[in-house]
């Protein structure tokens, strides 16, 4: 029997988690909040039932990515909007894969959104709130001593695998995976595990056929009908309602 969450100890709280130890030395609680920030929590707000949404399909789309051999931290769900993961020592960096120009890259490189690339462009993101989260390269990161060289080069070939496999999935749903953004960790062996989470936050979906925005980037540009479209996502990719 899991311990009621009241015995649960918050050790961590993010923009749209919450971390909690319960007890077993090595796994955590992951919840997921309504809460929604953007343009580095400038913009605050809620979207309903995106907590429940969010824990959902991230715990659908780790279990997918379990089956291809990628390791995740998600372990079980324990409610809507909980799932038990590995705890894990976080690498300090964030990865974005894209597919698509969008978001910073249409300012970065000039070109429209929505512009196919060539191939994937995998971005560091160096994870500090108080500096804005810059781009960082490869040297940065040795220098900033943030993991070494081995980690990082498994973190670049599972992020490019992950999108190997996420792409064509969301394909085959109607759905244009524009870009995504990972955060990975290591367990007490050093093996490299996907943490954080998988969902309309952190990743941009288009309609394959209207390119209509299913993700934050509705609530980010005041677009409406962000509920809709969180669900209207988990709706296509499960084929089943969460439950909230
Ligand atoms: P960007 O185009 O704003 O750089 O975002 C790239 C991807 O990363 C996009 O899918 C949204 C996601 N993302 C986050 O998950 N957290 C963030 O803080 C930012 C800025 C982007």
């Given at each position: 029997?899991?311990?009621?969450?009241?015995?649960?100890?918050?050790?961590?709280?993010?923009?749209?988690?919450?971390?909690?130890?319960?007890g077993?030395?090595?796994t955590?609680v992951?919840r997921?909040?309504?809460?929604?920030?953007?343009?580095?929590?400038?913009?605050?707000?809620?979207?309903?039932?995106k907590?429940?949404?969010n824990?959902?399909?991230?715990?659908?789309?780790?279990?997918?990515?379990?089956?291809?051999?990628?390791r995740t931290?998600?372990?079980?769900?324990?409610?809507?909007?909980?799932?038990?993961?590995?705890?894990?020592?976080?690498?300090?960096?964030?990865?974005?894969?894209?597919n698509?120009?969008a978001?910073?890259?249409?300012?970065?490189?000039?070109?429209?959104?929505?512009?196919?690339?060539?191939?994937?462009?995998l971005?560091w993101?160096?994870?500090?709130?108080?500096?804005?989260?810059?781009?960082?390269?490869r040297?940065?990161?040795?220098?900033?001593?943030?993991?070494?060289?081995?980690?990082?080069?498994?973190?670049?070939?599972?992020?490019?695998?992950?999108?190997?496999i996420?792409?064509?999935?969301?394909?085959?749903?109607?759905?244009?995976?524009?870009?995504?953004?990972?955060?990975?960790?290591?367990?007490?062996?050093?093996?490299?595990?996907?943490?954080?989470?998988?969902?309309?936050?952190t990743?941009?979906?288009?309609?394959?056929?209207?390119?209509?925005?299913?993700?934050?980037d509705?609530?980010?540009?005041?677009?409406?009908?962000?509920?809709?479209?969180?669900?209207?996502?988990?709706?296509?990719?499960?084929?089943?309602?969460?439950?909230?």
């Amino acid at each position: 029997m899991e311990k009621p969450a009241l015995e649960w100890t918050s050790i961590y709280e993010g923009k749209a988690k919450i971390l909690f130890e319960t007890g077993d030395r090595d796994t955590l609680v992951q919840r997921f909040k309504n809460d929604a920030t953007a343009f580095n929590a400038l913009k605050k707000g809620s979207i309903p039932n995106k907590g429940a949404i969010n824990c959902q399909l991230s715990a659908h789309l780790f279990t997918l990515l379990e089956s291809q051999d990628i390791r995740t931290h998600f372990v079980d769900r324990l409610s809507p909007i909980d799932m038990k993961v590995r705890r894990l020592k976080m690498v300090g960096l964030e990865v974005v894969m894209r597919n698509r120009v969008a978001g910073s890259l249409v300012k970065r490189l000039g070109q429209p959104e929505g512009t196919p690339l060539a191939h994937p462009i995998l971005e560091w993101y160096y994870k500090r709130d108080d500096l804005g989260d810059p781009m960082v390269n490869r040297d940065h990161i040795d220098i900033l001593h943030l993991a070494t060289d081995d980690v990082i080069a498994t973190i670049e070939k599972m992020a490019r695998r992950i999108n190997g496999i996420l792409l064509p999935y969301f394909s085959g749903k109607g759905i244009l995976l524009v870009d995504m953004k990972f955060e990975f960790g290591t367990d007490d062996s050093g093996a490299v595990f996907l943490g954080d989470e998988i969902s309309g936050d952190t990743c941009r979906f288009w309609d394959a056929q209207t390119h209509d925005k299913m993700d934050k980037d509705r609530f980010r540009q005041d677009l409406g009908k962000i509920e809709e479209n969180y669900l209207a996502l988990f709706r296509r990719v499960t084929q089943h309602e969460p439950e909230l």
